[in-house]
């Protein structure tokens, strides 16, 4: 069974910096891409950033680019999203998904992906 389990989020001020960590367990976590997305209340649930079975290659919505660092470490099965310059409207549950082993490359879909975790608040204060 797999298990991605988020934390790090938390509440923060206008121009600070969060980083959230998704541990995985259950499944080969270096075959297969990684991602970030966020919901917010009342909006769909959106795609932030991806990474690749490898870590070389990343993504990133257009709204996050060059404020948030995707990256991962596949010895700790650990994939992170680091936030610099949050701003009030990057508030949302944030959440780490994997796809299946056979998406070694980064997919924005979210029907792509088939496990999620729990999600965890990112809350930013103006």
């Known amino acids: 069974q797999v298990q991605l389990v988020e934390s790090g989020g938390g509440l923060v001020q206008a121009g600070g910096s969060l980083r959230l960590s998704c541990a995985a367990s259950?499944?080969?976590?270096?075959?297969?891409?990684m991602g970030w997305f966020r919901q917010a209340p009342g909006a769909e649930r959106e795609f932030v950033a991806g990474?690749?079975?490898?870590?070389?290659?990343?993504y990133y919505a257009d709204s996050v680019k060059g404020r948030f660092t995707i990256s991962r470490d596949n010895a700790k099965n650990t994939v992170y999203l680091r936030m610099n310059s949050l701003k009030p409207e990057d508030t949302a549950v944030y959440f780490c998904?994997?796809?299946?082993?056979?998406?070694?490359?980064?997919?924005?879909?979210?029907?792509?992906?088939?496990?999620w975790g729990q999600g965890t608040q990112v809350t930013v204060s103006s």
């Open positions: 998904a994997q796809p299946p082993p056979s998406r070694r490359y980064i997919t924005t879909r979210l029907s792509d992906y088939d496990y």
């Open positions: 259950g499944r080969t976590f270096s075959s297969s891409s």
């Open positions: 990474i690749s079975w490898s870590g070389t290659n990343t």
